[in-house]
Nanobody, 128 residues
Framework: QVELVQSGGGSVHTGGSLRLSCAASGNTDSQNCVAWFRQSPGKEREGVAALNTLGGGYSYYSWSVKDRFTISQDSAKSTVYLDMNMLKPEDTAMYYC????????????????????WSQGTQVTVSS
């Protein structure tokens, strides 16, 4: 059984950078979609970025983070990263990684119900 363990996050000022890591334990040899979501108080959880773990690692981004955030993976470590640059106060949220085991991401990558595994979440706070 696959489990996701998330690390990273913290507090930075506007313009700063942070890295989140999502390590998967168990059998991860199949094509999987791994995504990052975030949720701010009073708002719905939203997809930030996603990546196919096989086939070249095609990635997807929400418009709000494109060109600032980068999703990547280290297959040898079964770990997916989210590098967040040029952070803004509106990026403040609880961040979660999620995995859809056995499926590629596709155009519906940001639909929460497609993911069957979730991490514990970590807080990212950006102050002005």
């Amino acid at each position: 059984q696959v489990e996701l363990v998330q690390s990273g996050g913290g507090s930075v000022h506007t313009g700063g950078s942070l890295r989140l890591s999502c390590a998967a334990s168990g059998n991860t040899d199949s094509q999987n979609c791994v995504a990052w979501f975030r949720q701010s108080p009073g708002k719905e959880r939203e997809g930030v970025a996603a990546l196919n773990t096989l086939g070249g690692g095609y990635s997807y981004y929400s418009w709000s983070v494109k060109d600032r955030f980068t999703i990547s993976q280290d297959s040898a470590k079964s770990t997916v990263y989210l590098d967040m640059n040029m952070l803004k106060p509106e990026d403040t949220a609880m961040y979660y990684c999620a995995a859809n085991i056995g499926s590629a991401c596709g155009g519906r990558w940001s639909v929460m119900s497609r993911y069957n595994l979730w991490s514990q979440g970590t807080q990212v706070t950006v102050s002005s």
